[in-house]
């Protein structure tokens, strides 16, 4: 072919991938606006709209500012999660120095247990509570010699919430404290340093943004909680619950919509601030650098075990009474076990139903949801054009992240309930959910494909058009088998996540699409505190049943795909 003629027909086959990135792209920001922004959009206008006619704009807004409750209610938020944070943020880094930096045995088993909260709903630590130390508890009379008066409040509340934010605390200081140079401490070794000052002058400062993660982490987390406040919170009133108090019991969208914004402010404010800490961190670990190796050291390593095994105790205590209460046929009088809270919930309560929906919302979030992310940031870090777009659009996908799972559930209330929506007919659908659970944990598994895309040298790109390779067998020959293992991680994120989620989907279940979690809450309401744990114990172990099916899976795929990571022979 003459090159006049190659060089149109080149130029034609670029024009026709560049419309369909960008045509993919901008469904993708599509799906960003109508599920986040527009119903971010409507929480603002329905919080600034009169009452009854009375009052509008910000006058309105002014004067429920004004409410004694109201102000009450943020004031408990702000010290409860401040105090969750000052108390979870010192444990996982103890926790974390351990693992990184002391020989002791069973690291692998202690790290795992740390990770039981993550496959239960936060519902499951306050449900154990009560068991331990509530009205019927059996250590009753050992809270009480404390001088506490019940676990109803803000102590019952601090003491889940340390239990559920813990492995997320754990989770970012130990990535901080792996990116270590054991160049700096042999150095310091060889000018005499004592470990005390060694650990004040680089361990600390080495991990102060892993540290101010962490706690930035928790206390999002702990102020936008609903489940724990609402079952061993009595009448200690926070903002999540306040919310859900104005529109499920009283109705009243607009205050709910004020709370739901206030409720915002602190997430944002956090979110805004280990953003501006993020941009700020340099890179601790040079290409010349040298892994830390902890040497053996019996003391220490005694007393890390020690202090290791108390905190996997703690731990294993909280799940285990929950399972332990689940098959105790009368609490407290006959502690017999059997399967008659089981059978309650799945077959008297009709729970079975919730179950299968929990897993077919899960199912779908961990396949629409992976689908989305990774198609978004291929995009996104693989392609050009609409340069003024791609800005909009990694705001939007960084955004979710600031976002209270009960703020975004309102939200859809008022852009999907809305008659003149064309959109309305999702309302309680299954795909509403799905589409709220993506959106919600959209930024986590966002992250994640950009780091793994960004990996990926762009030289394969260039290699492939210079050889007049389409960009789609580029992409199935190498950018997708690299990031296999990545996707599984995505997908597993989004699979555990949505079968444990409470606050994003309890405002928009219908009698047909109840989830679990929402079951359970209600089951606790209700009083049926056995059937609710016992719901709250098989969520988890599907959970970890689905994390083994997704590691044996992930073992195929690395034997399949990954053997150019496998060092040479």
Known sequence: MPATLLVPALKQRIHWSDRFAHLGLLGVAALLFVGLVLPLWLILSKALDGADGTASGLGAFAAYLA???LLQSLWH?????????????????TFAYALTRSCMPCKGLFRTITLIP?????????????YWFGNQGVAKSFWLALGFDSIYGPSGIVL????AAFPHALMI??????LADARLYEAADAMGTRTLRKFFTITLPGAKYGLISAALVTFTLVITDFGVPKVVGGNFNVLATDVFKLVIGQQDFQRGAVVALLLLTPAAFTFAIDYLVQRKQTATLSARAVALVPRPARGFDLAMTLYCLLIAALMLAMFAMAVFASFATLWPYNLKPSFVHYVA???DAELGDAMLNSLKLAACTAVFGTVVVFIGAYLLEKTRGLDGVRPVIRLM??????VPGLVLGLGYIFFFNAPSNPLNFLYQSTALLVLCTIVHFYTTGHLTMVTALKSIDPEFEAVSASLKV????????VTLPICLPTLLDVSRYFFINAMTTISAVVFLYSPDTKVAAVAILNLDEAGDSGPAAAMAVLIAATSTLVILLYMALGRLVERRTQRWRAPAR
């Open 118 to 130: 993550l496959l239960a709903p936060s519902l499951l630590s306050a449900i154990s509570l009560i």
């Open 397 to 402: 996908a960084m955004l979710p992240m600031a």
């Open 345 to 347: 919930g799945l077959v």
């Open 160 to 163: 889940a919430e340390c239990f």
């Open 77 to 93: 938020s702000v010290w409860v999660s401040l105090l969750v944070t000052a108390v979870v943020v010192p444990l996982a880094f």
């Open 173 to 178: 200081i130990v990535t901080a404290l792996t």
């Open 470 to 477: 389409p960009f789609y067998k580029t992409f199935w020959r």
């Open 67 to 69: 409410s004694p409750a």
